[in-house]
């Protein structure tokens, strides 16, 4: 299995603050990763596909990078409906796996 | 609008099965792969498997000699069978639409990109 591993695991940030999660995956997935939010008692959303497409409907303040194993998330200006956790996906290869999550908390 | 319609037992005891249905309304459902994925509590997503309107499944291989998905076309609607639960499988269970886009390798690829509103399963004697 590829294990998708993320980091920070948690991270304080501000209204308006730039915030970058990273996740890396222990082999090469080219760019078959997705960027999921999840609000509490909420399902994921979808953000981000193929590393850098915008899902629909996502505002153009996610952006996604990366190719290979290594990839960024980025939120450009940190509103208070982003604090959310957030999760990585690859689909290279079966089985589909997850990161670990990244907290984004109001600091 | 899509939507994802999920229900089963909320309830229940070690060595039984988990049994879970899926309805889509409001769109295609032969265009699709159908998943399903869970998240214990707290904790991060697990990927338990996905199929194709045809019948064709993939499993997770973790999960693979407890866990069957199926597809009722009829009803536009796929199932999710787990047999021996234990309270490690306690868990929200989550049904989910893949979509395919095309890219430079000549091949489809398929994401996750709409979740139905979850189902928190508990196993506890």
């Known amino acids: 299995d590829i294990q998708m591993t993320q980091s920070p695991s948690s991270l304080s940030a501000s209204v308006g603050d730039r915030v970058t999660i990273t996740c890396r995956a222990s082999?090469?997935?080219?760019?078959?990763l997705a960027w999921f939010q999840q609000k509490p008692g909420k399902a994921p959303k979808s953000l981000i596909y193929?590393?850098?497409n915008l899902q629909s409907g996502v505002p153009s303040k996610f952006s996604g990078s990366g190719s290979g194993t290594d990839f960024t998330l980025t939120i450009s200006s940190l509103q208070p409906e982003d604090f959310a956790i957030y999760y990585c996906?690859?689909?290279?290869?079966?089985?589909?796996?997850f990161g670990g999550g990244t907290k984004v908390e109001i600091k | 609008q899509v939507q994802l319609q999920q229900w089963g037992a909320g309830l229940l005891k070690p060595s039984e099965t988990l049994s879970l249905t899926c309805a889509v309304s409001g769109g295609s459902f032969s265009d699709y792969y159908w998943s399903w994925i869970r998240q214990p509590p707290g904790k991060g997503l697990e990927w338990i498997g996905e199929?194709?309107?045809?019948?064709?499944?993939t499993y997770n291989p973790s999960l693979k000699n407890r866990v069957t998905i199926s597809v009722d076309t009829s009803k536009n609607l796929f199932s999710l069978k787990l047999t021996s639960v234990t309270a490690a499988d306690t868990a929200v269970y989550y049904c989910?639409?893949?979509?395919?886009?095309?890219?430079?390798?000549?091949?489809?690829?398929?994401?996750?990109?709409?979740w139905g509103r979850g189902t928190l399963v508990t196993v506890s004697s």
């Open positions: 193929a590393a850098s």
């Open positions: 996906q690859q689909y290279n290869s079966y089985p589909r796996t």
């Open positions: 082999q090469g997935i080219s760019n078959y």
């Open positions: 199929i194709h309107h045809s019948g064709s499944t």
């Open positions: 989910a639409r893949e979509i395919s886009y095309y890219d430079s390798s000549d091949h489809y690829h398929w994401y996750l990109d709409l």
